[in-house]
């Protein structure tokens, strides 16, 4: 397979365009309308993973992500600003692309070939999301700190086995692993804006 990064660089931008877009128009959502789209997203991604041909990251199913996932972004990100403040928003945002970057490196530059990975961080997504799923009916407050923890660690894992699956050509195309890196990005964010509205400190 022929590297074409700059193709995957090029669809990244371009779903944190889609997302973008939802996210503005999050503003206008009704809040009694957030879980109802929360849930329609656990549905997408519980059904691409059981349901042979329904496949998450499709041309189509990929936008309709991008937009929900931005909707519903839109009421986290507010939120926190209004716990804290703009500039703590984006001085977290900037952090945690910066991690994104790191990791990255690491598993372009210095882990050899992690495809094997992919198997282990799959079935530990499958538990993660069961958890959440667990949590959202029993609301431990425990539970939901470990799971920000290890939601954590896990897309640390993917971004370095994405960026190492572009390092060897693993990768079925540019848009697909464009729209694995924006989800690696996005997850990335929202754990660590998480973690930092548990400890962070209110003005």
């Given at each position: 397979m022929i590297k074409d990064h700059g193709k995957v660089w090029l669809y990244f931008?371009?779903?944190?365009?889609i997302f973008g877009i939802g996210t503005y128009f999050g503003q206008f959502l009704p809040e009694e309308w957030r879980p109802t789209l929360s849930m329609t997203l656990f549905a997408i991604i519980m059904i691409s993973f059981f349901v042979r041909g329904f496949n998450r990251s499709g041309p189509i199913l990929s936008h309709i992500y991008a937009v929900l996932i931005g909707l519903v972004s839109f009421g986290t990100f507010e939120g926190f600003i209004n716990q804290f403040d703009a500039r703590t928003f984006y001085q977290v945002v900037m952090i945690a692309v910066a991690v994104f970057i790191?990791?990255?490196?690491?598993?372009?530059?210095?882990?050899?070939d992690i495809s094997s990975w992919g198997k282990y961080l799959f079935m530990a997504l499958l538990i993660l999301i069961f958890s959440s799923l667990l949590n959202f009916f029993i609301q431990l407050d425990w539970l939901a700190f470990a799971i920000t923890i290890v939601?954590?660690?896990?897309?640390?894992?993917?971004?370095?086995?994405?960026?190492?699956?572009m390092k060897n050509n693993k990768y079925r195309n540019a848009r697909v692993m464009g729209f694995n890196l924006f989800i690696d990005l996005i997850i990335l964010i929202k754990r660590i804006l998480q973690l930092y509205r548990r400890f962070g400190n209110n003005r």
């Open positions: 931008l371009y779903y944190w365009v790191f990791f990255g490196i690491i598993g372009y530059f210095y882990l050899k939601g954590l660690l896990l897309y640390l894992g993917f971004t370095m086995y994405d960026f190492n699956r």
